[in-house]
């Protein structure tokens, strides 16, 4: 493990539902120090990683940090963070309720799925619930452009690069406006 620069702290925490663990990397110690606390603890304090970076920086720099400071960041390179709490409420499918916004025609995509069946000859498929309320279609188009595929600058379609790399041609852009006014019906009401 590289050494931590200039005298400062590196802080990994892990926020779960119920703990939230803080580890720092302390200069000159190699093991580093480890705190554990509730996550949701609101009379002793507000924020549990929070209250983990301040608890460990008083120990390091034997200051007093009130808890109604902002902590001083002088002292951190670095704060990295994870969390369970958003994956622990898809599994448990609790949180608010959503809308799925798919592209019209595809209303049922993710209740076809892609068809896999790794047990082939089980007569109780179960499938989880979904995770949206409703399906608002959106009218719009893309497709993607194909590896090789010469690119025609004359075309009345935009070509744009996904987050993922890949290309992609915009055959139809959506219509804010349209899109807009579907959102803000009734919910129940759209179809």
Known sequence: MESVAGGKLRFCVDRGGTFTDVYAEIPGKPEGRVMKLLSVDPSN?????????????????????????????DKIEWVRMGTTVATNALLERK?????????????????????????????????????YEEVVEVDERVELVLDGEKVKSDSSASIVQGVSGELVRVV??????????????????RH
Do not use: M, W
């Not at 076809?112 to 000859?121: D, E, K, V």
């Open 45 to 73: 304090y507000d924020d549990a990683p929070v209250e983990g970076i301040r608890r460990i920086l008083e120990e390091f720099t034997g200051d007093k940090i009130p808890r109604s400071a902002k902590v001083p960041t």
């Open 95 to 131: 949180g608010e309720k959503i809308a799925l916004c798919v592209t019209r025609g595809f209303r049922d995509l993710l209740q076809i799925g892609n068809q896999a069946r790794p047990h082939i000859f089980d007569l109780t498929v179960s499938k989880p619930s979904n995770l």
């Open 172 to 189: 139809k852009p959506i219509e804010e406006e349209a899109l807009k006014s579907l959102l803000i019906r009734t919910p129940g009401k």
